[in-house]
């Protein structure tokens, strides 16, 4: 088979390789699209401890089923499906085991033609998804999904600030959360992104580059019930300062690093739950499938690329300013 692989440190290339076989309780997933996320871009950097080169990247993924291994008697060949990339989660819906890993470091991820991978980690393909949009949705909008109805439970009729519209994560809380019946502004230094967002369903934007732009979203909205963020630094003090009496803030990301000022004044005396979230429960990825059936959501994908422009992939992610997500499919 074909695969994206990164040989070294920040070299990327297609090599051919061995067809994998599935083990005992595995399936071989014939993939037809994969889409990027950060995490493949960080490898790619050597931005996580441990990574040993050669490796195939690649979180996310959906196909058809060619094989499986033996005691499978769930799925079969000819089945259509969508790859759950946390692994391992343990027993404990509160936080992942200490063994808990992400597909694509250090097994063999979905930059390929063909993955092995445990069959209680499949779902059937929503209907209503292209192969590419179905490839676009499982870690972002597992992270998405736990983040909002998991961690800070959203109900409809809150109001919700969405900070940094445009990355995989944030475009799927925007659109479960307009789904779930919440009000929903966002966070960009894009005008165009804010109101592609706005297309979307948000009700407005802030643009975080400009002066006063706190100020300006507690004039037009009488505060957030549920705060999503994943940049930290020193902006996110600016975030509690947007909350109403017993807000929720929930981040998964710390992209600007810490927080150098916390008012926990505030934070005690308005009641806010400071929630951190990664990935998701297998409950919370069954959940998350059903959801997106019953709401028809679609992925938003930015771009599409064949298996031998990855190369391509990987630098408009690296450079940034995508709406969506990037997918590479296998199939010419």
């Known amino acids: 088979m074909n695969a994206v692989q990164i040989p070294a440190l920040n070299e990327i290339e297609i090599a051919a390789g061995a067809d994998p076989t599935p083990g005992p309780g595995d399936v071989l997933v014939s993939v037809q699209a994969a889409a990027l996320n950060h995490r493949d871009l960080w490898i790619k950097l050597g931005q996580y401890a441990g990574i040993t080169y050669p490796l195939i990247p690649g979180s996310d993924g959906a196909g058809v089923i060619t094989g499986v291994g033996e005691g499978v008697t769930e799925w079969a060949a000819g089945d259509d499906v969508v790859i759950n990339p946390s692994f391992d989660w343990g027993d404990d819906e509160h936080a992942q085991a200490a063994d808990f890993s992400i597909l694509g470091l250090p097994r063999a991820g979905t930059l390929a033609e063909q993955v092995v991978v445990p069959a209680t980690q499949l779902a059937k393909k929503p209907a209503h998804l292209s192969w590419s949009e179905a490839a676009a949705l499982p870690l972002a909008g597992l992270t998405a999904y736990r983040a909002l109805f998991s961690r800070a439970q959203l109900r409809a009729g809150e109001r919700v600030l969405i900070s940094g519209i445009g990355g995989g994560v944030a475009l799927f809380a925007l659109q479960y959360a307009v789904a779930a019946g919440a009000e929903v502004w966002v966070t960009s230094s894009s005008a165009e992104k804010i109101d592609r967002a706005i297309s979307l369903g948000a009700q407005g934007g802030f643009n975080y580059r400009e002066e006063g732009w706190g100020k300006a979203a507690r004039g037009s909205v009488d505060g957030f019930d549920v705060i999503m963020d994943s940049a930290g630094g020193e902006g996110f003090k600016g975030l509690i300062d947007l909350c109403r009496p017993g807000a929720r803030v929930v981040f998964f990301g710390a992209t600007r690093g810490d927080p150098e000022v916390l008012p926990m004044r505030k934070v ?65």
């Open 268 to 332: 005690f005396w308005k009641q806010i739950s400071l929630l951190g979230t990664t990935m998701g429960s297998p409950a919370d990825w069954g959940a998350m499938i059903a959801f997106v059936e019953q709401h028809q959501i679609r992925p938003i994908v930015s771009g599409t690329f064949a298996l031998s422009e990855a190369a391509a992939a990987f630098d408009l992610m690296e450079q940034g300013g995508q709406f969506g997500k990037i997918v590479v499919t296998m199939k010419s």
